[in-house]
């Protein structure tokens, strides 16, 4: 009986459930965010879009069932507009005005995670932690002639009412995922993520490859 009860706790501590991990991720997020930009000379609004591909990458150590894990994701949201305007020059030359709008988001997060196992293959791997994301933030306008013989002959000028701005927030993260044994220290897995600060929130599902040392 002793035996028994002392094989679970053995394996338990056993070095092959302690060390550190690293790991590759891509996916696809889905943020809701308050930028936007209203051309006022031209009555036109642009915001970017709230989907994108989303990569990224973690580093993590693991003792038992239980781990620290540090993370990195990017991803950009687009958006644009265009109309196009009645020839110009004689009609030798098309013209089209175009808006544009786009975030550049870099997230670093820090989560104690757990880890269950399911089979001997399978395990669940649950997170919750802060995030640190800096947006930079962009837009623009500009009026596009291209000759109407010749489409390698065209010119571009910026109209007013473009904007910069830079934000970096703290907030919070949850996560939940699955992983596979493949091959020794290798795992694959897919996992979901939500998160929310002052200026986005939004969810991803990536799908990643983990190897453990």
Known sequence: MNNKLLLPLALLCSPA??????????????INHDFSTHFVADAKTVTPSNSSTTFGGFVGYRSNNIGIELGYKQF??????????????????????????????KQFIVKPVYFYALTEKVQLKAGAGITYTQYDYSSSAQDEYENVLNDDIEFNKPRLGGESKNKSEFGVIASIGIDYNVYRNINIGAAMEYYVDSTANGGN?????????
Do not use: K
């Not at 459930?17 to 889905?30: D, H, M, T």
């Not at 089209?96 to 709008?101: D, Q």
């Open 76 to 105: 950009e949201l687009e958006g644009s507009t265009s109309q196009h305007l009645p020839l110009v020059n004689n009609n030798s030359y098309t013209h089209e005005r175009e808006w544009e709008a786009d975030i550049n988001a």
């Open 17 to 30: 459930f302690a060390g550190p991990y690293v790991g590759l991720e891509v996916g696809a997020a889905s």
């Open 205 to 213: 599902v990536t799908v990643n490859t983990t190897y453990f040392f």
